[in-house]
């Protein structure tokens, strides 16, 4: 999974600070000159009072790849946002095991159960890939042939959230109830955001660490989910010079997957792998984050 952040306003805290504090004056926002203390004093309180109409403003871009279509029908359930995905009306898959990587995402807990279980997982995934293929071959409609994909098959999508949208999406997404694909996405998208907006998302995360648990963990999760943004945090800190000396258009790109992802063994990759005749067969989950500057 990549999580890639490709557009947001370049001055997006000083804009809302501006039109915020703006509207307490006879100045308008456009020549309203804010100071930097004010950007963090205004922000503070805004989120402290859940000022929506302040957040609603700066709308970030991101796109998510490598996917699978389970967390797209999670992921467009976020109605206050615009989505835009790959169409297998359109584009046809290559549904095979050469590559880098398969066409489809496999859970963790199936790596768990060990190699007879994956095997299992991957010969059940390409008898669904054989079906879409013959039925293409046989000049059935690409738009019909996909209903034999399974719900694992890779994808990817671009999504547009405005901050307010962005901040819910990490309170009900980042919580540890929630399925861990989505969760992924989360914590990259919040590492991402706090890079480029370090005022607005300080302190963002699943509503567990503002003592307003609403999964099923009774509030037993928030340690975790707090060690967790610790040290997201940290990490985003140690490449935030790096951001801030590239041009526009360079992209930072961070890996997650010590914290967030799932690296698979390699000799078990190498057995299952040779069971389809490949070389190994990639079952981690790596996770990054990628920031192009705008």
């Not at 805004?46 to 699978?68: C, H, T």
């Not at 975790?224 to 258009?249: C, M, P, T, V, Y």
């Not at 299952?272 to 500057?293: A, C, H, N, P």
Request: hydrophobic residues 35%; charged residues 30%; contains cysteine.
């Amino acid at each position: 999974m990549e999580t890639t952040i490709m557009s947001y306003p370049l001055k997006g805290e000083e804009l809302i600070a501006k039109c915020g504090i703006a509207t307490t004056t006879n100045t308008p926002p456009s020549e309203y000159k804010v100071k930097k203390k004010e950007i963090g004093d205004f922000i503070k309180v805004g989120r402290s009072m859940e000022l929506s109409s302040v957040f609603d403003f700066p709308q970030i871009i991101y796109e998510v790849k490598g996917v699978s279509r389970s967390f797209t029908h999670q992921h467009v359930r976020h109605r206050m946002a615009a989505h835009m995905q790959q169409s297998l009306r359109y584009a046809e898959i290559s549904p095979t095991l050469d590559g880098e990587e398969t066409f489809f995402v496999t859970p963790p807990s199936i790596v768990e159960e060990g190699k007879e279980s994956i095997i299992e997982y991957i010969n059940n995934q390409l008898g669904c890939a054989k079906e879409y293929l013959n039925k293409l071959e046989n000049d059935v409609p690409a738009e019909d042939a996909r209903f034999f994909l399974p719900i694992g098959t890779r994808t990817f999508l671009t999504t547009a959230m405005n901050v307010e949208s962005l901040l819910h999406y990490f309170n009900v997404r980042a919580c540890f109830d929630s399925q861990w694909e989505i969760r992924s996405n989360a914590y990259a998208l919040i590492a991402g955001c706090k890079l480029i907006y370090p005022n607005i998302f300080n302190e963002c995360g699943p509503h567990c660490i503002n003592n307003k648990c609403r999964g099923r963990g009774n509030g037993e999760c928030k340690p975790k989910a707090q060690r967790l943004l610790n040290k997201i945090e940290k990490k985003i800190d140690s490449r935030r010079k790096k951001f801030e000396e590239l041009n526009k258009g360079d992209k930072l790109t961070i890996d997650l997957t010590d914290l967030i992802g799932f690296q698979a063994n390699d000799e078990l990759e190498k057995k299952v792998g040779k069971e389809f005749d490949q070389q190994k067969i990639d079952l981690s989950r790596k996770v990054k984050v990628s920031i192009v500057k705008n």
